[in-house]
């Protein structure tokens, strides 16, 4: 549970999801953490369904080819990342973060 709320609230805010839509998961890491004790209830069901929708619902309908992307990569000492980006000079504002 623990790792799918975090997949999930890594991709929250470009889902135009807030914490009190997941708060049902959120209230079951707040109680018994053994793995046989994670009963989902109907409210936990509603807000799990709530970012599988938003996520169908997302399309990209378009692609800008002749702007290369480009790719940076960050790493510290506990760990590595990455960033993607495209410049596109006829833009409004120019930089593109993917």
Known sequence: LK???GA??????YLGITN???GPL????KED??????LLTTESWEALEKPEVAI???????????HPIE???FVTLCQACGLLRRWIC?????????
């Open 3 to 5: 790792k799918l709320l």
């Open 90 to 98: 006829t833009a409004p504002d120019p930089l593109v973060l993917l």
């Open 26 to 29: 959120f209230n079951l890491l």
């Open 71 to 73: 790719l940076f990569g």
């Open 20 to 22: 009190a839509d997941l």
């Open 56 to 66: 169908s619902q997302k399309k990209a309908y378009r692609c800008l080819e002749g």
């Open 8 to 13: 999930i609230n890594w991709v929250r805010p």
């Open 33 to 38: 953490s053994s793995l046989t004790s994670c």
